[in-house]
């Protein structure tokens, strides 16, 4: 076992098995990787997060493969966390998106790792916010974060991107209902891919229709948000989406003046929130559960000795030494 | 109409069999059926009894009818057998080309009437022998071909003008058939009268087999190529066996394999008709290739099905005039997948089961696994013993002496409707998909198989399927069967007579002959003739394929499991 | 409640040979054991699962080959993995492969041989019984 500071050096020189262990244990929940993490810390920041979200099938890993390939080209690395749902029934997962971008498996500036969603402690969000830590902090210029966009974890997911791709396929009209509904606002550039498929101008329309009516938002200067065509298998679209990616970058920067989410306040306050909420169920939860209180106490409403509200004030308050909230 | 059941007939059947079923469920407190659920292979479920009532709707002239007549149930031509047996085709290839015609010329001299060449996976994927991507796989599963000098040493001293000869070959089918046709054009005969059948069969590919090479749509066209120029230039041959057969093998159920088949074959008449050929003067080379699996019944059954839903499918659909197009002839191979690696011997019985069949099916051409094709490419013996096997079936035990003999039985005939009717909803659901290639697109057939395949194992180690010799009557010797070894020493020997004809070919007449055949892709032109003059240049297998990586892209595997 | 380590186990394909039904069913097994399964895809070489075994940091790798070509794909997928200082990532095979061969391929690191006629429990339960998530 490399100790911990062994592994950072490891890490920030990119060495690939070091790096692939790290992620390993974040996803694990391994405490001790928390001291690797902060050490990190200090080495990210640089790289650009592309998210990448859209229903199964709208060829997410597709898209995914071939902008590997033209930022390859541009002479950037890569790295690529894939977000496969894990099983409900057993627990395990089939991770498959690296199977459309395995021709880059090779290439030593492409790292590419396929994560399960799992029904993490922490929230999926919190652990592949850290595996782009490590993908930055190894060196990576761009880290692309790939999921399937439903859920709040999903969505949360991509909040830590810079530039949100929503990906639809034509003639998915609930699926439309849906960015409506949930992840409109996540959503920087739209595509519609394999749009050579009947349905993909009605799409179009829908979707400009939806963007337009925050019309006024617009002309206070927000950004807003372009709608592209593409064919991913053929490699069609993809430079576009990559050039409307890059602008998005510089509106970012003419806005916050800086690239880095920690020098931009909203962005640190909504990690370091996410943060502290985790490491309290986490601590807490975990606590509880390994003494066998929690079991316990849910016994008892069931019982109906005591009710939900006075047991989670037992059994929480103690712990965090607060007062009452009274 | 004309049922083939009266309805007083029917209706006293069926008093018949209901006080027969009444005083049979009696006993079961005694003495309870064997089984809960009675099904076939594919887990289709099988009545206790089949009579007048299952088949009540048939119309006789409408559904069943004579040999070599329309819906053609009971086979293509009038006289089936009894005119001639069928052809004993079995699939060989080993090693080197070398290695394969004296294979070849072993089994005409045993009797075998037709020709049939495995390639290996180098060959079979459009890649050299010396490629990186080929490693370790040089004349593994079948012969190396990599110039037109390893075609000729493959077929030297065999009649190919008056035997027909098929080669299981698909991205790279234009490639290898042109190899052929430069062949025997340097041996002096004529293109003409060139008889046999590339498999040519992408879409399955797609599906089940995953041999695959370029992106489906042109993949489509480079068949649509080769229909055509087989139409005009090379009239004897069958330019796709339409294949159900890999399908199969990749665990779908007979339903599905049926289903998907007749689908692809759909897809493959639209493409030519695109192209502007008249249905009549393509559709009677279109020739099919299925599995024949363990469940005698439901093979049967489905090789019955499969010709009257052609023939129906060619007649209102494409309207074809000509009877041969509306005819679905057949190649069968018994099912690889059935065979078991534990008690070998026992291997010679399925596919004796299976084989039969396929005759009672009405197959046109069979080829019979090896005993030890589970283990390895099947040894001499091995492959005799297989042949033998369909020759006891021609002629020994009377299977042979009348046509479709089961035809009539209220179980045969129920399940062949049934096959037709559940294959037909599954052709429906794929032309609402908008056909076989947005199917494909959609992952639809791989995702159905996937699912029927893991279904069917888990059947298997739930012990709900019997398996002889693995989950049941197991035994823990094994009996040493006798295997073939290919030679490892083959491939340095295939990259140095390769690498040699490369630099010894006049390079300039090579090249020119590649950037011929880049202009015929990128143009929309034929490119079968610019593939023939290729192959007489000396150009690889390898660097055919190129241009068309190069002008169509690659396919990669979209991973459904 | 996580902080267990998962089994990560990634089901390759070495080779050009398409038959993929044995390595699709076992992943699924693999999935309903409970274990996360990296489906490399087909046609790929040696090289290309080593480097992916490895930034997906799987506790094993189990190869299927039915063309006969696992001669050479099985040990050269061991091989590269010493050369990338990553022997503790197990190699298991599976597919047609004649008796003699096994003997030649467990000589050669390959840890276990699955052939025609293993159940899928069979290979759950070696895979639990031997195969531990790392530490």
């Not at chain 1, 909420?277 to 606590?287: A, D, M, P, Q, Y």
């Not at chain 1, 066998?292 to 000795?305: K, M, T």
């Not at chain 2, 309207?319 to 026992?346: D, V």
């Not at chain 2, 610019?530 to 660097?543: G, N, S, V």
Request: hydrophobic share 40%; glycine share 8%.
């Amino acid at each position: 076992m490399p100790s911990t500071s062994e592994l950072v050096e490891k890490v920030i020189s990119g060495d690939v098995r070091s790096v692939a262990r790290v992620i390993r244990d974040i996803d694990d929940g391994i405490p001790a990787v928390r001291d690797v993490l902060k050490a990190l810390y200090p080495h990210t920041g640089k790289a650009y997060v592309i998210g990448i979200t859209g229903a199964p099938g709208v060829g997410k890993s597709t898209l995914v493969d071939q902008m590997i390939g033209h930022l390859r080209a541009d002479g950037k690395t890569v790295g690529v966390l894939a977000v496969d749902p894990t099983s409900p029934f057993s627990g395990g997962a089939i991770l498959g998106d690296r199977v459309r971008m395995q021709r880059h498996s090779m290439d030593e500036g492409v790292f590419i790792r396929s994560l399960a969603t799992r029904g993490h402690f922490g929230g999926l969000t919190q652990s592949t916010r850290s595996a782009i830590d490590v993908l930055d902090a190894m060196g990576k210029d761009i880290v692309i974060v790939e999921t399937v966009g439903v859920g709040q974890d999903e969505v949360d997911v991509v909040r830590s991107a810079h530039t949100t791709v929503i990906c639809v396929i034509p003639g998915m009209g609930d699926d439309i209902q849906a960015i409506k509904a949930g992840i409109l606002e996540v959503g920087d550039i739209f595509l519609i891919n394999k749009a050579d498929r009947e349905g993909s101008d009605k799409t179009l329309s829908d979707l400009r229709l939806m963007i337009d009516m925050d019309q006024k938002k617009y002309e206070s200067g927000t950004w807003k948000p372009p709608i592209l065509k593409a064919q991913a298998v053929f490699d069609q679209g993809v430079t576009e989406l990559l050039e409307e990616i890059a602008k998005h970058a510089d509106y970012l920067r003419s806005v916050y003046g800086d690239l880095r989410f920690r020098a931009r306040k909203d962005k640190v306050r909504e990690e370091l929130a996410e943060m502290i909420k985790n490491r309290l169920v986490e601590t807490v939860l975990r606590g509880i559960t390994d003494t066998g209180e929690f079991e316990e106490a849910a016994e008892a409403i069931v019982r109906g000795d005591i009710d939900p509200y006075t047991a989670s004030d037992d059994l929480v308050l103690p712990k965090i030494s607060l007062p009452d909230p009274e | 109409m004309s049922l083939t059941y009266n309805r007083k007939m029917l209706e006293e059947a069926g008093e018949v069999y209901d006080r027969w079923d009444r005083e049979v469920e009696k006993t079961f407190e005694k003495h309870p059926e064997r089984l809960e659920r009675f099904s076939t292979v594919s887990d289709m479920e099988i009545q206790r009894i089949y009579t007048p009532k299952d088949v009540a709707e048939q119309d006789f002239v409408r559904d069943v009818g004579a040999p070599g007549q329309y819906p053609f149930t009971r086979g293509v031509q009038p006289t089936m057998y009894r005119g001639r047996l069928w052809t004993m085709r079995m699939f060989a290839g080993l090693g080197s080309a070398k290695d394969t015609n004296a294979r070849f010329h072993h089994l005409v001299n045993a009797g075998q009437t037709g020709l049939s060449t495995a390639f290996d996976m180098p060959t079979l994927m459009g890649y050299d022998t010396d490629s990186p991507r080929a490693r370790g796989e040089c004349g593994k599963c079948g012969v190396a071909i990599d110039t037109l000098r390893d075609m000729e040493e493959l077929f030297e001293g065999l009649p190919i003008d008056r035997i027909t000869t098929s080669m299981t070959i698909n991205p790279p089918a234009p490639v290898i058939w042109g190899m052929y046709i430069a062949m025997a054009e340097n041996r002096g005969i004529d293109r003409r009268q060139l008889g046999g059948t590339i498999q040519n069969d992408m879409l399955k590919e797609f599906i089940a087999q995953k041999t695959f090479m370029c992106p489906p749509k042109p993949s489509l066209r480079l068949i649509t190529d080769t229909v055509e120029f087989g139409t005009q230039e090379v009239p004897r041959w069958n330019t796709i066996s339409i294949s159900g057969y890999h399908i199969r093998e990749a665990g779908s159920t007979a339903v599905q394999e049926l289903a998907f088949t007749l689908a692809d074959g759909i897809a493959y008449v639209d493409a030519a008709l695109e192209r502007g050929l008249d249905v009549d003067d393509f559709a009677p080379r279109l020739s099919f290739f299925f599995n024949s699996h363990l469940d005698f019944f439901e093979e049967l059954a489905k090789f019955r099905a499969a010709r009257r839903m052609w023939a129906r499918i060619m007649e209102e659909r494409f309207k074809a005039k000509n009877e041969r197009s509306l005819w679905l002839r057949f190649h069968t191979q018994t099912a690889g997948c059935s065979l078991t690696a534990q008690q070998p011997y026992n291997n010679i019985v399925r596919t004796a089961i299976e084989a039969l069949a396929a005759v009672m099916g009405g197959t046109q051409s069979l080829h019979t696994n090896s005993l030890d094709e589970v283990l390895a490419i099947p040894t001499e013996e091995a492959a005799t013993i297989a042949l033998r096997t369909q020759q006891i079936i021609a002629e020994e035990c009377g299977a042979a002496n009348s046509i479709d003999p089961l035809g009539g039985s209220y179980m045969v005939e129920a399940l062949t409707d049934r096959m037709e009717e559940e294959a037909f909803e599954i052709i429906h659901k794929i032309d609402d998909m908008g056909g076989m290639l947005s199917a494909i697109e959609k992952n639809y057939p791989q995702q159905e198989i996937a699912d029927a395949a893991y279904h069917y194992q888990q059947q298997i180690d739930r012990k709900e399927k019997t398996v002889v010799g693995v989950n049941k009557y197991v035994t823990e010797e094994s009996l040493p069967v006798e295997l073939l070894q290919i030679d490892e020493e083959l491939e340095r020997l295939q990259i140095e007579r390769t690498t040699r004809i490369r630099n010894d070919r006049d390079r300039q007449r090579a090249r020119d002959c590649l950037e011929r055949l880049e202009e015929a892709c990128v143009e929309g032109r034929n490119v079968m003739p610019p593939i023939i003059d290729a192959a007489k240049a000396h150009a690889t297998l390898q660097e055919m394929c190129d241009v068309f990586r190069k002008v169509f892209g690659e396919y990669r595997d979209p991973g459904i499991y | 409640m996580e902080r267990n380590r998962r089994l990560r186990v990634m089901v390759a394909k070495p080779g050009l040979d398409g038959h993929d039904r044995g390595a699709r069913i076992i992943a699924r097994a693999f999935r309903d054991a409970g274990f996360e399964v990296v489906y490399s895809g087909l046609h790929q070489t040696p090289e290309e699962i080593v480097h992916a075994a490895i930034q997906e940091d799987v506790d094993l790798i189990g190869l299927s080959s039915l063309a006969g070509a696992h001669s050479y794909l099985f040990p050269a997928v061991v091989e590269f993995l010493k050369e990338r200082d990553a022997e503790d990532i197990q190699v298991i095979g599976g597919g047609i492969i004649p008796e003699e061969d096994i003997t030649r391929l467990k000589a050669a690191g390959i840890r276990e041989i699955f052939t025609p006629g293993s159940t899928l429990d069979d290979i759950v339960a070696w895979v639990r019984e031997n195969v531990n998530p790392k530490e």
